[in-house]
């Protein structure tokens, strides 16, 4: 029901330890300040994650590690939502407090939890008589941050502004696989990447992005979206790495969002979709 995924190599499970609490299918700047607090006990920190959620996860477990350990996490207790939805409050919280020696908790003021959402941050002490800190939600220009905000803005194509909540650009990671090598015989190699089942779905369409190689950073043309022709409706990325030669199938990449450059056309000839890749080229290496 609580698996439990180490991070660093210094967490010991039988230390004390600090636990922000909350959904965590992503990072973003609001964030920022539960870590902050949770750091100020100079105790291994920990941070709840859900898995399952219906309409879709904001990164993949593999990547909420990566993110989580980047901003200080030292592990993860992930659950899955459908085993944990209908627990009582207290019976959530000691499934917490049962495993691990929390010395104190933090969370946002707007985080419930137990069956229905009924338990809130206030309920904490009185069910296991340890301590919350309750940080204030973060406002950007009047909107409240959050993850649900980003999803939507993602789900629009707005990765510029996603960024702006999340502190850091929107990205996939994933294993290069093969594909059509329509791409290739254009002039435009690409780089396949099988979008993981359980993400959210941003917005299909042509993007700029930048794309991590074995540490080395490359400006990208990425097209998103199903292949239903040849893939049965599941959804790819396919990103054209400028300046990149040699092979990459089965290699580790990480796929950032930079911005959105135009909607998927259906062109009449191979010949005005390589002219359009041209055109989408300049406008990378132009910042046009």
Not at 39 to 48: A, D, N, Q, S
Not at 103 to 116: A, H, S
Not at 120 to 145: A, F
């Amino acid at each position: 029901m609580l698996n439990t995924a180490i991070l660093t190599t210094e967490y010991a499970k039988e230390l004390p330890c600090v636990i922000l609490l909350g959904g965590f299918d992503g990072v973003h700047c609001g964030h920022a300040r539960l870590f902050a607090r949770a750091k100020t006990y100079g105790l291994p920190i920990g941070i709840m994650t859900i898995l399952g959620g219906k309409e879709g996860s904001l990164y993949s477990l593999k990547e909420r590690e990566e993110i989580f350990q980047k901003r200080g996490a030292d592990f993860v207790l992930s659950a899955d939502f459908s085993q944990i939805k209908n627990l009582s409050p207290k019976e959530f919280i000691c499934l917490i407090t049962s495993r691990f020696p929390v010395k104190r908790f933090v969370c946002g003021r707007d985080f419930r939890f137990g069956y229905g959402a009924a338990g809130t941050p206030s309920d904490i002490e009185k069910i296991c008589g340890v301590g919350v800190d309750v940080e204030d939600l973060l406002e950007i220009e009047g909107e409240k941050v959050s993850t649900r905000n980003v999803k939507k803005l993602l789900a629009l194509g707005k990765v510029e502004k996603a960024k702006e909540y999340l502190g850091e650009g929107y990205f996939v990671a994933g294993r290069v696989e093969k594909g059509r090598k329509v791409g290739r015989l254009l002039g435009f190699p690409t780089a396949n990447v099988e979008y993981p089942k359980d993400k959210y779905l941003i917005k299909s369409g042509v993007y700029e992005t930048r794309v991590l190689v074995c540490g080395t950073e490359y400006k990208g043309i990425t097209n998103f979206g199903a292949r239903p022709t040849f893939e049965d409706g599941q959804v790819w990325l396919e990103t054209y790495l400028d300046g990149f030669s040699g092979n990459l199938y089965g290699q580790e990449i990480k796929i950032e969002f930079v911005r959105f450059l135009r909607e998927v056309e259906r062109f009449d000839s191979p010949e005005k979709l390589k002219a359009q890749l041209e055109c989408d080229l300049r406008r990378i290496r132009t910042n046009d």
